[in-house]
Nanobody, 120 residues
């Protein structure tokens, strides 16, 4: 059973960098044909895909967030990390990490989500 767990600060000040880590257990982030994704849901809005890192280490970003987003991984810890720069209150959301089966483009495992509030 694969488990994903998000961690990071729940409160970030405007203009600062939001940094979240997803720790994966029960499966390797380098296992073939999976991508590891970050998704967020602002209050009262739908899910927004932010970006992903593949099993081979390639990264992909939402065009609307690409200029502010960086996703990296630490294979020794089986973790992948999201950094979102220059945050504003509009970045307040529940942030999720999730695994996608590349061949089918289906999400099969999700973290429970973590609330991040951007406020001074």
């Amino acid at each position: 059973q694969v488990q994903l767990q998000e961690s990071g600060p729940g409160l970030v000040k405007p203009s600062q960098t939001l940094s979240l880590t997803c720790t994966v257990s029960g499966g390797s982030i380098t296992a073939d044909y999976y991508s590891w994704n970050w998704i967020r849901q602002p209050p009262g809005k739908g899910l927004e895909w932010m970006g992903a890192i593949s099993y081979s280490g390639n990264t992909y970003y939402s065009p609307s967030l690409k200029s502010r987003t960086s996703i990296s991984r630490d294979t020794s810890k089986n973790q992948f990390t999201l950094q979102l720069n220059s945050v504003t209150p509009e970045d307040t959301a529940v942030y999720y990490c999730a695994r996608v089966v590349v061949i089918t483009n289906e999400y099969d495992y999700w973290g429970q989500g973590t609330q991040v509030t951007v406020s001074s």
